[in-house]
């Protein structure tokens, strides 16, 4: 391909691919870059499971820690490293650290000079220790309450031996006092409900769909057992954790104000978004569109702008 359509840049890269000390740097950040590109995939859904999530961050997080910071230091825990991931006395010297079976069958086969093999070794440390500072940012400094998240899940929600009440998160922050002794009630009688005859698996499974379902469920007499558990829980589930949808909107918006139709108002642009957003999240196409009535008693004169 190279020869034949004489591509500057096809040829620089076949160039680069073709350096030892290249190739060994990408064995080297292969594995990494897949574990981004799944925690990155994950955020990008609308529905995200926050503890879950966060427990993948940890897990990253750790996953990184060990390839370049000392085993003692690792031992301490999550929270630790996290403590002292500006302290460089934790790391490890470039040459000692961890870089992957890849690498290291590599470099025997691979015939390289010191330096350059240095080199290589001292670029993907920098990398690796930028890139915890990176997720470090990318944390909340309420982590904990994030991590917590989980506990909404059906699986451990559900579990006879769940969890106390108390411990659960944003309990002090969401509830007054006299709510507490209420939601606690409801908490403790949750795992009576054999809610196998309600719900099916996916949503026993998925919290974003079995708590507006336990939101409306009724007991014999006809009353909302869980309506005030249900609405606590959801407030927290309804935190921000992902922009995927923002993203997606700005996506849309470029499609629909381009070059040709800059001339679009705020207003019109607003009413499109609205409209195609809508199509998106109920999953429906503008062909299976029915317009009611109302809404061709509109379509008059009125909704023209009149120059005064």
């Not at 691979?110 to 330096?115: G, V």
């Not at 040709?260 to 978004?273: P, Q, T, V």
């Not at 909704?303 to 005064?308: A, D, L, Q, R, T």
């Amino acid at each position: 391909m190279v020869k034949k359509e004489k591509c500057y840049a096809s040829r620089i890269i076949h160039e680069m691919l073709h350096d030892d000390t290249n190739y060994l740097y990408l064995i080297i950040i292969k594995p990494i870059l897949q574990e981004l590109n799944s925690l990155n995939l994950t955020f990008q859904k609308n529905f995200v499971d926050l503890g879950r999530s966060y427990d993948d961050i940890c897990c990253l997080f750790i996953f990184l820690a060990k390839k370049i910071i000392k085993e003692s230091v690792v031992s301490k825990g999550f929270e630790y490293i996290y403590n002292n991931i500006n302290n460089d006395s934790v790391y490890r010297h470039s040459s000692n650290c961890d870089y992957g079976v890849g690498y290291n069958q590599s470099i025997i086969n691979i015939n390289l000079s010191q330096e350059k093999k240095s080199n290589v070794q001292t670029q993907a440390f920098n990398f690796i220790k930028q890139l915890l500072y990176e997720i470090k940012k990318r944390l909340p400094d309420n982590i904990e309450f994030f991590k917590k998240m989980k506990l909404f899940s059906p699986t451990l929600c559900l579990c006879q031996l769940h969890v106390n009440f108390i411990d659960l998160p944003f309990v002090n922050l969401f509830l007054k006092p006299s709510e507490i002794v209420l939601i606690e009630t409801q908490w403790e009688k949750l795992t009576t409900v054999t809610w196998k005859m309600y719900l099916n698996e996916k949503q026993l499974n998925d919290a974003n769909l079995f708590w507006p379902k336990v939101y409306n469920y009724k007991d014999a007499g006809g009353n909302f057992a869980f309506r005030e558990l249900s609405e606590f829980v959801l407030k927290g589930l309804s935190l921000p954790s992902s922009n995927a949808v923002v993203e997606r909107v700005f996506s849309i918006m470029n499609t629909v104000k381009t070059k040709s139709r800059n001339r679009i108002n705020a207003n019109m642009l607003d009413a499109l978004l609205r409209i195609k957003t809508t199509f998106i999240s109920t999953k429906t196409c503008c062909t299976e569109f029915v317009p009611p009535k109302s809404m061709y008693d509109k379509f008059n004169s009125e909704m023209y702008n009149k120059k005064k």
